[in-house]
């Protein structure tokens, strides 16, 4: 009886370092939205995501899956299977096609019809597959200037 809280300390650290101590944390912002097809169903458009890593070591990117939502309400989603690596403190560009539906569209045009903002807002979130298994997590916001 005395050996299980033992044993119980035990399994707890090694479970603890097992646990990644710096999980890379990548920066993500919305570098360009191009219209490709527009349909009556589905709109598909060419998107940059601009990737940042702030930290001391490169991350390998072999996909990503994301969905964008402008001003509170989903836009679109796509997936890539782009392999690029972030260097150390750089920044890529990678693209992406993202497929909108005609409801979301039409959400968009009716609020920009009720009012002319001067901006728009963005969340992008989703996940980079990293090279060698794993993943990482993004949620990311941001505002679009339109003057």
Do not use: W
């Amino acid at each position: 009886m005395r050996r299980l809280p033992a044993l119980l300390c035990l399994l707890v650290l090694i479970s603890c370092s097992s646990l990644p101590r710096n999980a890379p944390r990548l920066d993500v912002t919305l570098a360009d939205i191009t219209p490709i097809e527009v349909g009556l169903f589905e709109q598909q458009y060419k998107i940059g995501l601009r990737v940042q890593n702030p930290s001391d070591n490169a991350v390998a990117i072999d996909g990503f899956a994301y969905q964008i939502e402008i001003n509170g309400k989903p836009f679109a989603h796509g997936v890539s299977d782009e392999r690029t690596t972030v260097p150390r403190f750089g920044q890529v560009v990678v693209s992406a096609t993202a497929v909108s539906s005609l409801s979301g569209l039409v959400e968009q045009i009716r609020q920009l019809a009720g009012g002319a903002p001067n901006k728009l807002s963005y969340r992008i979130t989703g996940s980079f597959s990293i090279s060698g298994g794993g993943a990482i997590p993004f949620d990311q916001r941001g505002e679009i200037g339109l003057q």
